[in-house]
């Protein structure tokens, strides 16, 4: 007897499964009751993968993408060949790879593919701009706000808000560890 | 077999009562973060994971908590460990089955772990009871500021943390809640309830990960997107439309037994009965039983139990904790056997009024 679900290998577990007064019995070779199983104790509430639409996504943009690139090349094809701005100097990574799996393959790969990923990530979340915490949050808000009277702190919060105004992130870093510094202190 | 002691643990986090937890069964926050210049750990290879590995082992160990910390390489322990860690909320699927060198750290009393080498390098998250976000939040916005101190975190001024998939930039933060609906589910209005939750940007999912099949009265809700939007805004994002969601729930429950109390009760007891009585069980329907036997302890109509014990069972009745109570793997029917077994047992107090 051959396995019911996949109808390849020869069935050598009998699958029963009971819901409620409903049961339901199958043959399954041993890769697919294992897949059965899985699939059945997969029920628990607390795991989601909140990650998991994006494939779908992905799959839309890159089609629509894809719809351009052939509009604009009347109708053409594209070389099967790697073209050197398809892939990443850093890591290697091909930007084919990305079309299939969502995936980049390193940290670099953003400045590698920025024409692609560009409007890809406008597309996902709004044409938009990393808002940082600045400061991480506190358990004492309290005792944080008296401190921060302090006239020296003043200042160097002032001058962190300019540096960000300023986009100068790694000048305010610097002057959010001198404030904790003097907090602490 | 390793972790018994995990199911004995008697102070998890998941055994608190949290704030509204008679809809909301837990808060979790959860970062992700990368080590700048270095592959994401689906493109290194077992050296450059290893690396990786190493590295954040190094970095949490200057944590407060590391002491009552597990720190556990995953290719060394077995499947059914990994899928009763993942039961236990500890690491995700995904971890538990991807291959190569990953790891997770964690202390489970504080619903607290570290996921190393998932999707990206370092996944860390916390859980709360009942709705919990911002103290949640807080908490692990203080470690995760430790270890930046000691991690080179990949950032850009633009995108904010840089994450292996692009829908994770920004703040690169999930702020999600599980909420049980069983009176809009009732009612029928869950599916507009929940339509109207993604309209504000959130994502909702069923039970089964399914967005518009509505499975059972369980959901989660979490933020879509963390670009652009400081973490603070995303968690009071959050907080606020699942205030709503309670409140409907609650005025909805109250209209329903109202209008159709016998009835339900009817469905709650019967609940009972079977969750008491049954010698095979199956996951769906033991879920489905404890789904009507919260609203019959919501409703005093069940007495001998509390919300937190639901948390607990639901977590118990999953097939990897069921074959470590029993000891042994469980195949076919047996795995069903145990859980009735289980379920009969704690339920032998409780009573409907």
Excluded at chain 2, 103 to 127: M, Y
Aim: proline letters at 4%.
């Amino acid at each position: 007897m051959l396995c019911q679900k996949c109808q390849q290998n020869p069935a050598t577990v009998f699958f029963s499964q009971t819901v409620g007064n409903q049961t339901t019995q199958s043959h399954l070779c041993e890769a697919c009751a294992k897949e059965e199983t899985q699939a059945y104790g997969g029920m628990n509430p607390f795991n989601f993968n909140p990650f998991a639409a994006f494939s779908d996504f992905l799959n839309n943009f890159m089609a629509w993408d894809e719809g351009a690139i052939t509009e604009v090349n009347s109708g053409r094809t594209k070389p099967a060949t790697v073209d050197p701005q398809q892939q990443c100097p850093y890591c290697g990574y091909q930007l084919s790879f990305f079309r299939q799996n969502g995936r980049l393959g390193c940290t670099k790969c953003y400045e590698a593919f920025k024409t692609t990923l560009g409007p890809l990530v406008s597309s996902i979340h709004g044409n938009v701009k990393h808002v940082p915490e600045v400061e991480p949050p506190t358990s004492k808000p309290p005792v944080e706000e008296r401190r921060s009277q302090k006239p020296e702190i003043k200042a160097l919060r002032e001058k962190i808000t300019q540096a960000i105004q300023g986009e100068n992130y790694e000048e305010a870093a610097r002057l959010r560890d001198e404030v904790k510094k003097l907090e602490n202190a | 077999m390793a972790f018994e002691e995990l199911l004995t643990s008697n102070n998890d986090w998941f055994l608190k009562a949290g704030p509204s937890c008679e809809v909301v069964v837990s808060s979790r926050i959860r970062f992700a973060r990368n080590l700048a210049d270095r592959k994401f750990p689906h493109h290194a290879n077992a050296l450059e994971q290893r690396q990786v590995v190493d590295e954040i082992q190094k970095a949490l160990s200057v944590l407060p908590q590391f002491g009552q910390m597990k720190f556990i390489r995953l290719n060394e322990i077995s499947s059914l460990d990994r899928q009763f860690l993942t039961e236990h909320q500890l690491i995700s699927a995904e971890h538990a089955a991807s291959l190569g060198e990953r790891a997770v750290a964690f202390d489970s009393v504080e619903g607290l772990s570290f996921l190393v080498n998932e999707e990206d390098h370092l996944r860390l998250q916390v859980f709360r009871a009942g709705l919990n976000l911002k103290e949640a939040y807080q908490y692990l916005g203080q470690i995760d500021g430790l270890l930046d101190a000691q991690l080179h975190y990949a950032k850009d001024p633009e995108l904010g943390y840089l994450t292996a998939c692009p829908t994770n930039l920004g703040s690169a933060m999930r702020a999600s809640v599980m909420v049980h609906l069983p009176a809009l589910v009732y009612a029928n209005r869950a599916a507009q309830v929940l339509q109207g939750v993604a309209q504000v940007g959130l994502t909702v999912r069923g039970l089964q990960g399914e967005t518009t099949q509505i499975d059972s009265a369980f959901f989660q809700i979490s933020n879509q997107s963390s670009l652009g939007k400081r973490g603070t805004e995303i968690v009071e994002h959050v907080d606020r439309v699942a205030r709503q969601i309670i409140e409907v729930e609650l005025q909805t429950q109250k209209a329903v037994f109202q209008q159709e109390g016998l009835k339900l009760q009817d469905r709650i007891c019967r609940a009972l009965g079977t969750l008491k009585n049954a010698k095979i069980l199956s996951l769906k329907e033991a879920l489905d039983g404890l789904s009507a036997l919260r609203v019959g302890v919501e409703q005093k109509i069940v007495k001998g139990i509390d919300l937190p014990n639901f948390n607990h069972l639901l977590i118990l009745i999953q097939p990897a904790h069921l074959a470590k109570i029993a000891a042994k793997e469980l195949k076919g029917d047996l795995e069903a056997k145990e859980r009735a077994r289980i379920l009969g047992l704690t339920l032998k107090g409780v009573e409907a009024l």
